[in-house]
């Protein structure tokens, strides 16, 4: 993986913007991976991602029905998926996301790094850092892969400069 | 007389059933029942679609024959059609659809959460409507105003997690293992639920509910404070998810004059929730339906009882319907 970008989000609200902005990057086949703790905003990133391909229904945690499909006004769907409760890669397996992304789906995938060995190797990587209780988060953009190393530039050019210094 | 068999595949139980007339429950056997299930590794179906697919046949023999039935007693096969994961569905849905053509009896698709909501009424067929339901597992939490029989209008829903969800994140958290629903509800009997004043998301506001703030601040707050005991966390968490789910279903229920108030799904087998409801109901002059625990979690029965009262209102479903992992309930507009 290349060297990530960083962007820090003081609330919920911040962590949406971010994921609205890369939100028009996003190409038919892609897969971004969500990492970090319990509560630090996974889900609450893909609102924000959901919220700005256009998906008007309320968009909810998927870790018990593992995936729920979200069809967007971007021309694919979005599939939001969440591998917590899997514990063998063959469960990943069974998801059959290869299938939905050769169908033209965008993948979000919650405790990505999990699924890793089930995908190709291309996709982005959101690792999430909890920095205080009070809610501020240091979110770490890693690319994958040649889907991503092609966009990184424009990744850069859509995050928000870091308006206030935070860990490296 | 209508005996319909019902498969369930949905999520991570393979279940069937014999459900007569829609109240009578002549079976039913969760995969977890069965002695076939050790024969399989004591693999728990969760996502595997061939989990289900290993145990489905002998839960379904083990079902026809509690009830005493073969295939020439039954008049219709039905089974989860959605919501649910696409593998799993796919199986009960494939075998139901495979056992409607080999026996000559029409196939019926249910949809999960219409089962969920049919499941009270084994405890009472006469169920006075309007009724306040709330419908509280690991995938959904929703309120919902059943208007009558199949006419359900959605009052308010999670906008983030599942309440079901919240408990079992919260006690992996606390180290009480899978499935955290029963282990924080036992734990929490041993615990001051005083002790921590978590935050009650949304309370007041609406109808919609928030359980992931609550998750981050239990987890925040064992961070800052690991001294305190883990029986009062759990009983502190478990008092701030029951405090905004009754709060919100006994308003719903006084704003649309339901006659009563119901609730289903996993969590309903929350024995603090269980309580409070009923107390709630009964001081406000309502008839409180709690189902039994079997019928809380999921189960065939309640696939049954749905299946019954949708073949005599559509028909049959037609056998190239497609199972959705989407599925919505049809609300009223």
Known sequence: MTESLGVVCGNATETQAVAGAIAPLLEPGDVI??????????????????????????????????TRIYPTTSGFDLVHVDVYRLERLSEVVDLALPELLDEGAVAVIEWGQRAVPALAPDFLQVRFALLDDEGERQLSFGTVGPRWLARRADLAAVLPRPARSGPP | MTTILAIETSCDETAAAVVEDGRLVRSSVVSSQVDAHARFGGVVPEVAGRAHLDILTPVVT???????????DLDAVAATIGPGLIGSLLVGVSAAKAYSLAWGIPFVGVNHLEGHLHAVFFEDPDLALPAAVLLVSGGHTMLIEMVEVGRYRLLGQTIDDAAGEAFDKVARFLGLGYPG?????????????????????LRGEGYDFSFSGLKTSVINHVRRNPELATADVAASFQEAVVDVLVEKTRRAAAQVGARS???????????ALRERIVKAAHEDGLKALIPSRSMCTDNAAMVGATAWYRLGLDGPTPLDAAADPNLRLRLDP
């Not at chain 1, 990492?35 to 018990?64: H, I, M, N, Y």
């Not at chain 2, 083990?62 to 020439?72: I, K, L």
């Open chain 1, 33 to 66: 991976l969500l990492d970090g703790d319990l509560g630090a905003g996974k889900t609450t990133f893909t609102q924000g991602l959901a919220r700005a391909l256009g998906v008007t229904e309320v968009v909810t945690s998927p870790t018990f029905i593992l």
């Open chain 2, 62 to 72: 083990e079902a026809m024959a509690q009830a005493g039935v073969t295939g020439s």
């Open chain 2, 181 to 201: 629903g029963p282990a924080i509800d036992r734990l929490s009997s041993e615990g001051d639920p005083n002790a921590v004043a978590f935050p009650r998301g």
């Open chain 2, 261 to 271: 108030i119901c609730i289903g799904g996993g969590v309903a087998a929350n024995s």
